[in-house]
């Protein structure tokens, strides 16, 4: 204690800090301390939080259109406390926001920002334009499909600016669209020229606080205090609260949202964040050239009221009009987010589109786990996405569209179901039963889609939400040529079961199904027809040469020469190649590279070829061969099938 001692004093008589400290902490608090005077230190605090944990996310970051996405997915999934950091980051943007409002409130109210505090009260106001700023800048920096499309609904209100618009637009973007230039200059705005002008006003604003001290409420209700202990105690009782707040929304959401990477190509439900919803749906009464109207000139003149508010409310009279404005403009936004949630809560549309962006995202950081090709993450998302576009009309893929989208959502009233009595008679569960058995789902699974919009009580007047399940005609090709996936197709019960070729006319005209049910039946009980079954799975999925079983199909080389001899000893080749092919011998299709690259590509481009279904075909386009897709978007199709 007496080094420390020492070294206190040493610096004391260096920098004064003494003298300092004690000023800040016996500051004289008018009427005593007070809970509503905490805002600005919860601010500052929040501040805080966000510069420290912004410097450890920037070292993880790497903003170029072609690695923001994948630094973000490396700081969320793999870098050493990244997801907890960024979590705390994006939350805390959150709460300041309702902070900032809070400490307006609080402000406007007391007065405090009457002569001779015009000058604090201004730099107050640019502090909130600027924390807003820092939220909308690094709104775009994952590079994600929501930050992406939320940005360009802002940077296009800002485009509607008269005469500077186009300019200004042109100068944010870097350029004539969303691109590269664009993420690294909402970057250096964000880690670099806001959080410098954003500590730059706040010094300025702690110091004109400091020295025109605490605008007390009156009348007075206490004596005067000591800033500490007691306003300090309730500070950092209300900073505590922020933290578990905090705490609270990240551990309740899994940190922050990461969404695929983002897509200029695609359909994306734009929305702002929740802070600038109120005038996205402001801007919906604004139709076409009225657009400038809402997005710039009446909020312009409503930022000017409050920018004036000193100088208005010099009387009582103007004070109050500022407290009207106030709490007028807190009810409208609050109005019109409302609005804007509900009619997106009962948007089949929106609806639809957010549960494909969800289930994209998933999808593509779950790829991501196996590695992120050189062209970046988006990358991965081709083959699925081509995959959706043109064979999931038929095919699916582990029950879905290789987007994993099984089904859309509609809204069914309780009157349009059909039951045999009125459904004032029946009981909630019993209607539901019905509505859930007409869609293919279980009583369980109607209410979890319901209670996840928010329907947490369902009454018999209501609307409520069905997911309505696809029906897929051709097979499934998850895992398709692999082991696992031969095991169930050759099963004499599965080759013509609704996942695999039930459904076309392979089942009614194929000689396959006969031909597996008296080679192979009763291979469930006798021991030495799975042998041999599994050692011919094992010579068809090596043709496939699948990265996922390089080392199965090398320690495996002598059962694979006997799945070859068998399956010549048991009669496939009578229909099959398995080798050299020739199409005046074969009747079905050559299973020669059965699953490989080359074999696939050749199916897709002309399924109806002699060397594969010829005139057996059953409705499958030939992609390549009627130009339907290029060479490398089968290749896209082929590699994400195959796994690579």
Not at 215 to 232: A, I, M, N
Not at 488 to 511: D, I, M, Q, V
Request: proline fraction near 5%; glycine fraction near 8%; hydrophobic fraction near 40%.
């Amino acid at each position: 204690m007496h080094r420390v001692k020492q070294l206190y004093d040493w610096l004391d008589n260096r920098t004064g800090v003494r003298d300092h400290i004690r000023e800040v902490l016996f500051e004289n608090v008018p009427g005593g301390s007070r809970w509503r005077y905490v805002w600005g230190s919860t601010l500052t605090f929040a501040l805080m939080i966000q510069f420290i944990t912004g410097i450890f996310l920037w070292m993880g970051y790497a903003p170029s259109g072609q690695t923001a996405w994948e630094s973000v997915y490396y700081i969320d999934y793999h870098m050493t406390g990244g997801h907890f950091l960024r979590g705390l980051h994006h939350w805390t943007a959150q709460v300041m926001t309702v902070l900032l409002v809070l400490h307006l409130m609080q402000v406007v109210i007391d007065g405090a920002y009457k002569a001779p505090r015009e000058v604090n009260f201004w730099f107050g106001v640019i502090l909130l334009k600027l924390t807003l700023a820092l939220s909308l800048t690094g709104y775009l920096l994952p590079w994600d499909q929501k930050g992406f499309w939320a940005t360009k609904v802002a940077t296009d209100i800002m485009g509607g600016t008269p005469i500077i618009g186009e300019q200004l637009k042109l100068l944010v973007l870097g350029g004539a669209d969303y691109g590269h230039h664009t993420l690294t200059r909402f970057f250096a705005l964000h880690a670099g020229i806001l959080p410098v002008s954003v500590i730059a006003l706040t010094v300025g604003h702690i110091y004109l606080f400091r020295r025109h001290g605490i605008t007390p409420k009156k009348p007075l209700k206490g004596s005067d205090e000591f800033f500490w202990p007691e306003q300090v105690l309730k500070d950092a009782v209300a900073c505590l609260a922020v933290l578990v707040t905090v705490l609270i929304l990240h551990f309740s959401f899994d940190g922050a949202h990461l969404d695929a990477p983002a897509d200029p190509s695609t359909n994306y439900p734009a929305r702002p964040d929740w802070y600038f919803l109120f005038l996205f749906q402001f801007l919906k009464y604004f139709p076409g050239h009225w657009e400038v109207l809402g997005a710039i000139v009446l909020p312009g003149i409503v930022m000017t009221l409050i920018f004036l508010m000193p100088i208005i409310g010099k009387s009582e009279k103007g004070h109050n009009f500022n407290l009207k404005l106030l709490f007028g403009i807190l009810v409208f936004a609050g109005v019109l987010t409302y609005v804007a949630v509900n009619q997106d809560r009962n948007s089949l549309t929106y609806l639809n589109s957010k549960r494909k962006a969800y289930r994209e995202a998933e999808l593509v950081k779950e790829m991501a786990q196996k590695g992120i090709p050189p062209g970046g993450a988006l990358a991965l998302l081709q083959g699925p996405k081509l995959f959706s576009q043109h064979c999931a009309s038929c095919h699916s893929y582990d029950g879905h569209n290789g987007l994993r989208n099984v089904d859309e959502i509609k809204f069914v009233n309780f009157e349009s179901t059909e039951l045999k009595s009125p459904p004032s008679q029946y009981r909630v569960d019993d209607v539901l039963k019905q509505i859930a058995l007409e869609a293919g789902i279980t009583l369980k699974e109607l209410r979890e889609w319901n209670e996840k919009r928010g329907k947490t009580k369902i009454e018999l007047d209501d609307q409520i939400l069905v997911p309505i399940k696809r029906d897929f005609s051709a097979p499934d090709l998850k895992g398709f040529a692999s082991r696992e996936y031969l095991t169930e197709l050759l099963h004499p019960k599965r080759f013509t079961s609704p996942k695999f070729f039930g459904n076309t006319a392979h089942a009614k005209k194929s000689k396959m199904k006969g031909f597996l049910e008296d080679e192979f039946d009763g291979i469930d009980d006798d021991e030495a027809l799975r042998k041999e079954m599994n050692q011919i799975i094992k010579a068809l999925s090596a043709e496939a040469k699948l990265p996922s079983q390089t080392k199965m199909d090398l320690n495996d080389k002598a059962d694979i020469q006997t799945g070859h001899e068998l399956f010549e000893e048991i009669g496939c080749v009578d229909c099959h190649a398995l080798g050299d092919w020739n199409a005046d011998e074969y009747s079905a299709p050559d299973l020669t590279g059965y699953g490989s690259r080359e074999w696939l590509m050749g199916i897709i481009d002309n399924p109806a070829h002699e060397r594969f279904y010829g005139s057996k075909n059953d409705r499958m386009p030939a992609f390549g061969k009627d130009e339907k897709l290029t060479r490398k978007q089968m290749e896209q199709i082929v590699d994400w099938l195959r796994g690579q």
